[in-house]
């Protein structure tokens, strides 16, 4: 079975371009979350899905932050326009259902530069 | 909102034992999750509780204690691949399971 994937693996860009990072969870999962690490600090919550529909963006930074999931399959995190403090490492999750238990699987992440 | 504490670096030896800490304030506590993480790559689950008590899983076990807000990983036979960071995670709930991080333990194994 394959695992969650994400692309690009690495992105440098200057201050003010766009830059849309693509998650592609395990086959079957309903539920996809967005996380990001800054340097130095803890992995934090963006948002999440449960199919096409967003559960919870409560972790979404700012409104140059766009998520979409069409199609309840693959996800695409869209910053616009990016700024110096959006660089770090953004993980995507997915876990097959919403129970208590259920065990989130990481993909290995896209690391943004942003110059 | 969620607290996560745990330390930041250990070293341990080959073949030895190390116990890596986590304490945790939370609300809607629904279980703790530990992570590990080796550099440049995805987080790989390890294990999950959500009652109080030690599992086992192999050289890694993990215990925890909801009423002290206390949990810890047990690794076992150290081998220098055990090299990596280790996340402990709070679930809480809410209709699905949210996931908030510490900012993990970077464990060195040293011959």
């Known amino acids: 079975e394959a695992g969650v994937t994400q692309f690009p693996s690495h992105s440098v860009i200057e201050k003010g371009q766009t830059v849309t990072l693509r998650c592609d969870p395990i086959?079957?999962?309903?539920?996809l979350y967005w996380y990001r690490r800054v340097m130095g600090k803890e992995i934090k919550f963006l948002l999440h899905?449960?199919?096409?529909?967003?559960?919870?963006e409560s972790g979404m930074p700012n409104n140059r932050f766009l998520a979409e999931r069409t199609g309840g399959t693959y996800s695409t995190l869209k910053v616009q326009p990016a700024e110096l403090e959006d660089s770090g490492v953004y993980f995507c999750?997915?876990?097959?259902?919403?129970?208590?238990?259920?065990?989130?699987?990481f993909g290995p992440g896209t690391r943004l530069t942003v110059l | 909102g969620q607290n996560i504490d745990q330390p930041t670096e250990m070293t341990a030896t080959e073949g030895a034992i190390v116990q890596i800490n986590c304490t945790y304030q939370t609300s809607g506590f629904n279980g703790l999750f530990w992570y590990q993480q080796h550099a440049g790559e995805a987080p790989t689950f390890l294990s999950y509780?959500?009652?109080?008590g030690l599992e086992e899983k192999g050289r890694f076990s993990s215990f925890l204690s909801r009423s002290k807000g206390y949990s810890y990983l047990l690794l076992k036979e150290l081998q220098m691949k055990d090299s990596a960071s280790y996340l402990c995670a709070v679930g809480v709930s809410g209709g699905y399971q949210k996931v908030t991080f510490g900012t993990g333990t970077k464990l060195q194994v040293i011959p």
């Open positions: 999750a997915s876990s097959p259902g919403a129970s208590g238990s259920d065990t989130q699987y």
């Open positions: 899905f449960v199919k096409e529909s967003k559960q919870d």
């Open positions: 086959s079957g999962h309903d539920n």
């Open positions: 509780n959500v009652l109080d």
